[in-house]
């Protein structure tokens, strides 16, 4: 079954960049829409930016628009997300998850173990 994996979490300043990988094992990698989410202590998930299956569109959470741009590659079976102007409510474990073709990422499917970003000074 296809199984994904997080990577490029830790600690940055405000202001700073970071980029995130998700990296699938299983075949039918390029099926699936693929979203990031994230979750900070004490709030509830959230869907921060989701890619289209063939990378062709995209759509952003209003919080991180401008600053978070995702994309992915088919043929390594990865998607990133760089993330820049790091702000401090941007710390969470970030996710990355399968969603339906279509779907803008509403609901994930298989996901990620999470990786954690910290933006502090």
């Known amino acids: 079954q296809l199984q994904l994996v997080e990577s490029g979490g830790g600690l940055v300043q405000p202001g700073g960049s970071l980029r995130l990988s998700c990296a699938a094992s299983g075949v039918t990698f390029d099926y699936y829409a693929i979203g990031w989410f994230r979750q900070a202590p004490g709030r509830e998930r959230e869907g921060v930016s989701c890619?289209?299956?063939?990378?062709?569109?995209?759509n952003y959470a209003d919080s991180v628009k401008g600053r978070f741009t995702i994309s992915r590659d088919n043929v390594k079976k990865t998607v990133f997300l760089q993330m820049n102007d790091r702000k401090f409510e941007d710390t969470a474990v970030y996710y990355c998850?399968?969603?339906?073709?279509?779907?803008?990422?509403?609901?994930?499917?298989?996901w990620g173990q999470g990786t954690l970003v910290t933006v502090s000074s």
């Open positions: 890619v289209s299956v063939s990378g062709g569109s995209s």
């Open positions: 998850a399968t969603s339906r073709p279509g779907s803008k990422c509403r609901n994930g499917e298989v």
